[in-house]
């Protein structure tokens, strides 16, 4: 099976400790980014206006991630990840820096798009590197050096987020990257020196590069646009889905022609590597729709400063960060990974679902329950979809296949930032509009510069009026949420259990394991 069959690039327990280090720095810049921000958003819109624009700030991000994520995978097979990685991390602090200095509502989206394009290196860069070094069925051990950094990111990140925007400016939220930045980029080029070199002689896939972007952020706009901003059989938005159509046609024809494609198609021939995929999307979908919109809920309905709001998350945090570790130990110790993601899925399903029930007067208490539920579930789905991706793969393409799947991922959470932001924007709106017809109210209360201060100043009944409008765009945020959670059930029974690569298998177990992985490829 050629490369199939090399168990890691031969490093000692030592050397991928010590790789690893600068990894976790990284790492550890990426997942506070996402978290820092979160509690920031209402006060970014009370001061620079445009609620039209709020999910443009999360899905401007994360589309430019998902575009640049392929991209970083494959210029790290062509040209050695150790100096696509730093690039990544170099461009990340430069978007940074800018989110800090921007304006207006434009300046900030197109600011954070920049960060995007390198946070995009920084995600596929990890999963890649460890990917490269690391057979499969070791994995799981060294993955849990790189959980030690999410209870630093994804409980002190929200904390961190929610005291700067109390305390300082919500453009330190931002600047915070660049000394964290700073560290890693010279432990990273330190510590990588020991990876493989790229030949220097590829040619880059300009072509697929540039419809790649085409066809990608056309659908984010039909998706964000559509019924809000034109009407879904408006020319802007049937011209778009044609645009989205041909573009990915000439994409896949591109790609099929190209001696080292953006995104290789071979890659999509497996099976598990499609269906992890798929799981890897929905989770994506239902993720960012809960981490982005619930400091809104938390905030104007159940009164928490944009600090509390970010300490109210730890529920789900530490629950993703426990189920993610149970299930790593679980797979590395018995090879078997299949019924994570069934039972993942169910349970992120169920957590969605719950949050459909939440009212003006749900408690904090009942809240972080229902956040436990789907860390829970996302726990159980994030780090095995990525495995099964990755026990997929030749190690010649574990930069583009990593690419790949994370770029799943990724639309995931572009389109369902964008779909269930503009759900939720629009039941906000026509929720105010309903109810200051009904009680007079509208002069006092708008949505496009309304902040958690803002709000309490208002007399009581203006403050419930607005209360019911969010709990509206919520609760239809997360009924939406639901059903998507609920398809990833039905793709996650499909998974084939494949052995995994490496470790102590034996002959007769590899041997197996060619004939499984040619049987999932079907």
Not at 197 to 206: L, M, S, Y
Not at 430 to 459: E, I, K, Y
Request: hydrophobic share 50%.
């Amino acid at each position: 099976m050629g490369d199939l069959e090399k168990p890691g690039l031969g490093f000692s327990h030592r050397q991928i400790m010590v790789t690893m280090s600068g990894l976790v720095i990284a790492m550890l810049l990426a997942l506070l980014d996402n978290m820092i921000v979160a509690p920031a958003l209402p006060t970014i819109v009370g001061d620079l206006g445009g609620l039209e624009h709020l999910a443009w700030v999360t899905t401007g991000y994360i589309l430019a991630t998902t575009i640049a994520t392929p991209i970083w995978g494959k210029l790290g097979d062509l040209y050695g990840r150790r100096i696509v990685f730093v690039a990544s991390i170099a461009l990340f602090l430069v978007g940074s820096a800018l989110c800090g200095m921007a304006q207006n509502m434009f300046e900030l989206v197109g600011f954070r798009a920049v960060q995007g394009l390198g946070a995009g290196g920084l995600v596929v860069g990890v999963l890649s590197i460890i990917g490269e070094m690391i057979p499969p069925r070791d994995r799981s051990k060294y993955q849990g050096v790189m959980m030690a950094v999410m209870p630093v990111a994804l409980i002190g990140g929200p904390l961190i987020g929610g005291f700067i925007t109390d305390h300082l400016s919500w453009r330190w939220a931002f600047y915070v990257n660049l000394p964290l930045g700073a560290i890693a980029l010279v432990v990273c080029w330190i510590t990588l020196a020991k990876l493989p070199r790229g030949t220097g002689r590829a040619r880059i896939d300009w072509a697929g590069t540039g419809l790649l972007t085409v066809w990608i952020t056309s659908l984010v706009l039909i998706t964000t646009w559509g019924g809000t901003q034109y009407d879904w059989a408006s020319p802007q938005i049937l011209g778009l889905a044609l645009l989205t159509i041909l573009g990915l046609a000439a994409f896949i024809m591109v790609e099929r022609r190209q001696p080292e494609p953006i995104m290789p198609l071979r890659v999509f021939k497996s099976r598990n590597f499609v269906l992890a995929g798929g799981v890897a999307f929905v989770s994506g979908f239902t993720l960012f729709g809960a981490v982005g919109y619930l400091p809104q809920f938390q905030q104007f309905v159940q009164g928490a400063s944009a600090t509390n709001s970010g300490l109210l998350l730890m529920p789900m945090m530490i629950s993703v960060m426990a189920v993610s570790l149970i299930s790593g130990t679980i797979i590395s110790r018995t090879g078997r990974y299949r019924i994570f993601p069934i039972l993942g899925s169910v349970v992120v399903t169920v957590g969605m679902f719950l949050f459909t029930t939440v009212g003006v007067g749900t408690s904090q208490a009942v809240t972080a329950i229902y956040m436990v539920v789907l860390g829970a579930g996302m726990g159980a789905i994030m780090q095995t979809s990525t495995l099964i991706a990755q026990n997929s793969l030749e190690l010649r393409d574990m930069g583009a296949g990593t690419g790949a799947s994370t770029f799943l991922r990724n639309m995931g959470s572009s389109l369902g930032v964008s779909i269930l932001g503009a759900l939720y924007a629009s039941r906000l709106t026509d929720s105010l509009a309903h109810s200051a017809a009904g009680t007079g109210t509208g002069g006092q209360v708008t949505a496009s510069s309304m902040t958690p201060q803002a709000l309490r100043a208002l007399p009581e009944a203006a403050q419930h009026v607005f209360q019911q409008a969010v709990t509206s765009g919520i609760t239809g945020l997360f009924m939406l949420g639901s059903v998507v959670a609920a398809l990833g059930i039905v793709v996650a029974l499909f998974i084939r259990h494949v052995p995994l690569r490496g470790g102590k298998a034996a002959p007769e177990q590899r041997a197996a394991t060619e004939v499984a992985m040619a049987e999932a490829a079907v």
